[in-house]
């Protein structure tokens, strides 16, 4: 079967620097997508990957290792605004996107 | 409006009831998704349409019945829903489905409550 594993919830400090891991069992891979949703609100796109490295955007960052089977994404500079769920999404050999459960991340203050 | 919006945002329903929920995209995209959102669960897909053309039922209910009558709008018609159908229901939409990069737009959801 297809699998998506992200950490339930996480919890870190304003200013400080979060990694949000995903690992994945998907049958093929076509690229992995970030995305973040505020509670009540609709998810709205981080980030893609569809090579191994690094994408640096802004104090947003997401890492992909193919052969592992691992993405994260690194938030630099927390915000409290930055308080909400991240989606970890693999698009697979039917170009379907597989979704993660999703990681809550709080942040205090 | 711009993006993608959907109506309504709340709905409380009982179990016979019958109520339709609607989506709209305004970003001349060729795909509409329907998916059902529960907590801490993954995002479950629920219908594709691309081009106006079902391309996907993941084995939903019969109770949930989609209608996509054009590019621009797709509908969730619902009868007979149980308590366990309880959960927010997300409109997306792509410009190109069968791509890799298959960015989905979403829209802000309907919580949909039965009793």
């Known amino acids: 079967g297809q699998n998506i594993d992200q950490p339930t919830e996480m919890t870190a400090t304003e200013g400080a620097i979060v990694q949000i891991n995903c690992t994945y069992q998907t049958s093929g891979f076509n690229g992995l997508f970030w995305y973040q949703q505020h509670a009540g609100e609709a998810p709205t796109f981080l980030s893609y990957?569809?090579l191994d490295g690094l994408e640096e955007k802004g104090r947003f960052s997401s890492f992909l290792s193919r052969s592992k089977g691992y993405s994260y994404l690194l938030l630099k500079e927390l915000q409290m605004k930055d308080s909400a769920s991240y989606l970890c999404a693999v698009v697979d050999s039917n170009y379907q996107l597989i979704w993660g459960a999703g990681t809550k991340l709080i942040i205090k203050p | 409006e711009t993006g993608v919006t959907q109506t309504p945002r709340h709905l409380v329903m009982g179990m016979t009831n019958k109520k339709s929920l609607k989506c709209e995209q305004h970003l001349g995209h060729n795909a509409m998704y329907w998916y059902k959102q529960s907590a801490k669960k993954p995002l479950e897909l629920m219908f594709v349409y691309s081009l106006e053309e079902r391309v996907e039922n993941n084995s939903v209910p019969s109770r949930f019945s989609p209608e996509c009558p054009n590019s621009s709008h797709l509908f969730l018609h619902l009868h007979t829903l149980q308590p366990e159908d309880s959960a927010l229901y997300l409109c997306?939409?792509?410009?190109?489905?069968?791509?890799?990069?298959?960015?989905?737009?979403f829209g802000p959801g309907t919580r949909l409550t039965v009793l």
């Open positions: 990957n569809v």
């Open positions: 997306a939409s792509s410009k190109e489905p069968e791509s890799s990069y298959n960015e989905q737009f």
